[in-house]
């Protein structure tokens, strides 16, 4: 008699659980259609307030802590043909224009070379200045390789974004997964 009353607690808990995961799946997908919706729009705008943040800065002596690295490796990439008081805002420009596309959205696919370019560009002096960037190459970053380092992180958001000049977007279900669950 136990034995039955139990299996049929049992019974009885599982069908509990399942209105509670169809409860919770029902919830799940309207969370990541929301996420899918709101996502690359905010990582664009946050994007584009970086850079409009960072490149305002060099407009504004010494504010910037990469103002320095910045004006050397264009000096150094450039056979010092431009110096420093022609760089850092031009540098500057080119940072907040970089910003102001991701914000505003417009012209997506300039901006977006524009960003690539800078990129390179401040990539490089983990090559140039290896003293500078490491305080033990290649494992232990200064200050300043941090803050270069960091911007595999921005690449990515660029890269996402990219994705999506031509009318593409995020996915919430897996079309081999259509009727939803979870690993």
Known sequence: MTFRRNRRLDADAQAGFGVWRARFERIDRRIT??????GVPVLRIGLGVVFLWFGALKFFPDLSPAQELATATIEQLTLG???PDVSLPALAAWESLI?????TGRYLRATLLLLA???????TPLALFPVETFSQFPIAPTLEGQYIIKNIVLIGAAMVVGATVRGGGLVTDRPDRAGGGSR
Do not use: P
């Open 117 to 123: 370019v800078q990129m390179l560009g401040t990539l």
């Open 33 to 38: 259609r929301a996420l899918a919706r709101a």
């Open 99 to 103: 910003g102001l596309g991701l914000i």
């Open 81 to 83: 043909i431009v110096g």
